[in-house]
């Protein structure tokens, strides 16, 4: 895992991924969640359980998108962690059991009240949708991935 | 007055998106003020679906729900969006 930018004030955070599978990932982005504080130790296991309960991946286009997220009650302060692959893993496409998608970006939510974060939900949805956008996330440059970030909070 | 479930694994982050993607399509198709939406966890909607009129989930219910569930997913992905608002649409008018 490679550091891109960390935006403390504005919580959030970019790295790039190197992983295995899907579940490589996510422990991967939880761990480093974990580690910084953002979220409980019981944050990691959550994300893993409800990823196989209730999968996340959205399959929006070439580039494909995970949401994975847990339950407020492993956050301790609410971020967005943006995980760009360096190769794309599989994900099972949200409410379904068996279809997968081939995933390049997660957006690893820590959401603690839901009324806090609407706004920024809906625009991160928007971006899930653009597959241009999410193209330039794919070039890891920094100020490209500090602008579309910074666009989920304005 | 029609009684909507929107429901997601943890009913704070998809489901949040829903309600709003599907407050603001109502609003604008005329039905402002003529409908109720509660979210809930998609392990919620069997239990809670007996007095709603429709419910749209972003993941699978496990379990019969009492009301007809649409799937979700387009409100997230963008593909499919206006078919499901037709569906939406067809149930306020029932």
């Not at chain 1, 991967?28 to 409980?40: F, P, S």
């Not at chain 1, 379904?96 to 991160?124: G, N, Q, R, Y």
């Not at chain 2, 943890?10 to 603001?24: L, P, W």
């Not at chain 2, 039905?31 to 429709?54: L, T």
Request: hydrophobic share 40%; aromatic share 6%.
């Amino acid at each position: 895992m490679r550091e891109i930018l960390e935006d403390n004030e504005k919580k959030f955070l970019a790295y790039s991924v190197d992983a295995r599978s899907n579940y490589d990932a996510l422990e991967q982005l939880a761990g480093l969640l974990t580690e910084k504080g953002y979220v409980k130790d019981t944050f990691s296991a959550a994300i893993l359980k409800r990823e196989k309960a209730y999968p996340t991946g959205l399959p929006t286009g070439e580039i494909g998108v995970a949401i994975p997220h847990a339950d407020p009650e492993h956050v301790n302060r609410p971020a967005v962690c943006l995980g760009v692959l360096e190769e794309p893993v599989n994900f099972i496409v949200m409410g379904s059991e068996t279809d997968e998608i081939s995933v390049s970006i997660l957006f690893m939510l820590a959401i603690k009240h839901k009324e806090d974060h609407m706004t920024l939900l809906t625009k991160l949805i928007d971006i899930c949708q653009n597959q241009e956008t999410l193209n330039s996330l794919l070039s890891k440059d920094e100020e490209t991935i500090q602008r579309v970030l910074e666009s989920l909070y304005d | 007055m029609k009684k909507i479930l929107i429901a997601c694994g943890s009913g704070v982050a998809t489901s949040t998106v829903a309600n709003q993607k599907i407050s603001s399509m109502l609003d604008q198709n005329g039905y402002k003020g003529q409908y109720h939406i509660e979210q809930c966890k998609v392990s919620e909607v069997v239990a809670k679906s007996d007095g709603a009129d429709f419910c749209v989930c972003t993941t699978t219910v496990s379990g019969k729900a009492k009301c007809p569930v649409l799937a979700g997913l387009p409100l997230l992905t963008g593909i499919g969006l206006n078919k499901l608002y037709d569906q939406i649409l067809e149930e306020m008018k029932k």
